[in-house]
């Protein structure tokens, strides 16, 4: 693989000139006395030191550092030379990075959405934290907490507002990317686990929508996630997990306080663990190019990651910003009325869209044991599509694989006409 080598070239050795060897002697200052003849010999170049001179110098450890910064003479900010006299260590990282290439070609533009999903993902931590200044856990603060920080914290309203907008274009970028991805083979050796990692993000993403639609303990959450929570009653040992998940048999202020702790601790330290491995196989396997363009001459050149395509994805995260605020202010999400455990569900529940292909499929499999049936074709689905990369052998090989792609194609088809379904059924309620 062409844009391995390189990758691997790019660790080999620094382009810059090599700092000095750790303990190399200093040379002489011009016009410092040469010592005298027959004077004792300078220690040899890393000996240890004497730890004090006889007369009562102050002691200096033996440091193990470059004795100067090898970049001293070239042309960057005095604080980039603080730091890399500092963070030496780090120079052949900076320099590994500073090598990675983009192939530019006619499908280039999909490679900004992993960047974009990214994007919103960091707009969701920055958001996340202002939002908990002011939101309370409990079943009896929730709702009032989040009509204060929309109507008295100032610009609680747009805070909030941007969150819940931003969790849905993160969610819809991971989709895009992840098809993207899919359709360019991205996947193919020796890329599997960058498609396993990202599967595993898509599901945490999931997972932090699910838990954070019961946060502002409204009605509609508070029925949808009843309905949500129930699914898994159908499984084998699914009573326990329902229980597990609700903190009880029914859905209350314990299922509240879990949904909470999921959101804001165990969600966010697993994707940002996840997140690390697959940024970190980004960088060390590069981004790869469609099965034979290379051979038919379709790459059309390499652009350096950093700082051109990193500018161009600033780019994209610009427009993305402004989408976000016009969304957040020209649609706000409504607040709903507070929850009420004891009153009946009201018409028209649903959940978020993107678990509306699996809600339909568990509407429309109302017979005996369909429930069932629907949870099984789900999973072993997602089993089938985590798998990808190790079942399509052809693209392994750097054959066209197209069956896959068909398969994507369907798998679209599928996702797109089911949502559209629940969409129009619910939209005239
Ligand atoms: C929170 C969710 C995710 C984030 C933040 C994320 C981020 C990124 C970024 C920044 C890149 C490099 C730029 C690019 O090629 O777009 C990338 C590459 C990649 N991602 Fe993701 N990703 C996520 C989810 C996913 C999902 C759901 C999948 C697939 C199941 C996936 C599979 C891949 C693959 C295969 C590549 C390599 C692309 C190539 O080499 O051409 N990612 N991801």
Redesign the pocket.
């Known amino acids: 693989m062409a844009?391995n080598n390189q990758n691997a070239a790019a660790g080999k050795a620094p382009a810059k000139p090599k700092p000095a060897a750790p303990g190399a002697a200093k040379p002489a200052a011009p016009g410092a006395a040469k010592p005298a003849a027959g004077a004792a010999k300078p220690a040899a170049p890393g000996a240890a030191k004497p730890a004090a001179s006889a007369g009562g110098g102050v002691y200096k450890p033996p440091v193990d550092r470059p004795d100067s910064n090898p970049y001293k003479d070239s042309k960057q900010s005095a604080l980039a030379s603080w730091f890399q006299e500092r963070f030496y260590v780090m120079i052949p990282v900076i320099d590994y990075l500073k090598k990675k290439e983009?192939p530019q070609h006619r499908l280039s533009f999909?490679?900004?959405?992993?960047?974009l999903?990214?994007f919103f993902?960091i707009i969701q931590v920055v958001t996340g934290l202002l939002l908990l200044q002011y939101y309370k856990p409990t079943g009896a603060e929730a709702f009032t907490s989040f009509v204060f920080i929309q109507k008295e914290v100032p610009f609680g309203w747009l805070i909030r507002q941007v969150h819940a907008w931003s969790a849905n274009l993160?969610i819809g970028?991971?989709?895009i990317?992840?098809f993207?991805?899919?359709f360019?083979k991205?996947?193919r050796k020796p890329?599997e686990l960058?498609?396993?990692?990202?599967?595993?993000?898509?599901v945490?993403?999931l997972g932090f929508g699910f838990t954070g639609y019961l946060l502002p303990w409204n009605e509609l959450a508070f029925f949808a996630t009843q309905v949500g929570t129930e699914v898994p009653k159908v499984m084998p040992g699914g009573a326990l997990l329902v229980d597990i998940l609700r903190g009880g048999k029914d859905v209350s202020p314990e299922t509240l306080t879990r949904m909470f702790s999921l959101h804001v601790v165990l969600l966010p330290g697993l994707?940002l663990l996840?997140?690390s491995a697959?940024?970190m196989?980004?960088q060390v396997?590069?981004?790869?190019?469609p099965i034979g363009y290379k051979e038919a001459g379709l790459i059309k050149g390499y652009e350096k990651f950093f700082p051109t395509f990193l500018a161009k994805?600033a780019i994209g995260w610009l427009i993305g910003f402004g989408l976000l605020v016009y969304l957040a202010v020209m649609f706000p999400w409504e607040i709903g009325v507070q929850a009420d455990p004891l009153g009946s569900a009201p018409v028209g529940i649903k959940p978020e869209w993107y678990f509306w292909a699996q809600f339909q499929l568990l509407k429309d499999f109302t017979f005996e044991g369909g429930e069932l049936l629907a949870i099984v074709l789900f999973t072993v689905g997602a089993i089938l599509?985590?798998l990808v990369?190790f079942l399509d052998r052809q693209a392994s090989r750097e054959q066209r694989s197209p069956i896959f792609t068909i398969l994507g194609l369907l798998v679209i088809a599928f996702l797109v006409i089911n949502t559209y379904r629940v969409y129009a059924e619910y939209s005239q309620l």
């Open positions: 844009e983009v999909w490679y900004y959405f992993g960047g999903t990214l993902f993160m970028m991971a989709f990317h992840m993207s991805t899919f360019m991205s996947y890329r960058m498609w396993v990692s990202g599967f595993v993000l898509l945490l993403s994707l996840m997140l697959h940024l196989l980004v396997l590069g981004t790869s190019s994805d599509w985590i990369p």
